[in-house]
Nanobody, 125 residues
Framework: QLEFVESGGGSVQPGGSLRLSCEVS????????IGWFRQAPGKEREGVSC????????YYADSVKGRFTISRDTAKNTVYLQMNSLKPEDTAVYYC??????????????????RGQGTQVTVSS
């Protein structure tokens, strides 16, 4: 079973940037995809970006395409989310999750629990 520790959130002005980190521990050889999700008060959970652990396939939600970039450092067991041109609507708690399946199915369809504590991102002027 995998565990996640998210970090890197903060408060920024619109147009600013943040880099989130998700340190992953444990072993689960069934995992095919890992990625970032966000939850804002009063809004539905959104699968922001995911990547395949075997093929490198990437998924981005339409709301973040061209602004966010997901990457992975296997030596550090860490997944990153570089967030540029941040908007107030990006404000949310960001979580990591992993599971079976390809990014284009796993990311928008994940309904499981989040095992990490998440990291708060606040974008406001």
């Amino acid at each position: 079973q995998l565990e996640f520790v998210e970090s890197g959130g903060g408060s920024v002005q619109p147009g600013g940037s943040l880099r989130l980190s998700c340190e992953v521990s444990g072993n689960d050889y069934t995992v095919g995809t890992i990625g970032w999700f966000r939850q804002a008060p009063g809004k539905e959970r959104e699968g922001v970006s995911c990547l395949s652990t075997t093929e490198g396939t990437l998924y981005y939600a339409d709301s973040v395409k061209g602004r966010f970039t997901i990457s992975r450092d296997t030596a550090k067991n860490t997944v990153y989310l570089q967030m540029n041109s941040l908007k107030p609507e990006d404000t949310a708690v960001y979580y990591c999750a992993a599971g079976i399946g390809i990014p284009h199915y796993f990311c928008p369809g994940y309904v499981g629990a989040f095992r990490g504590q998440g990291t708060q991102v606040t974008v406001s002027s």
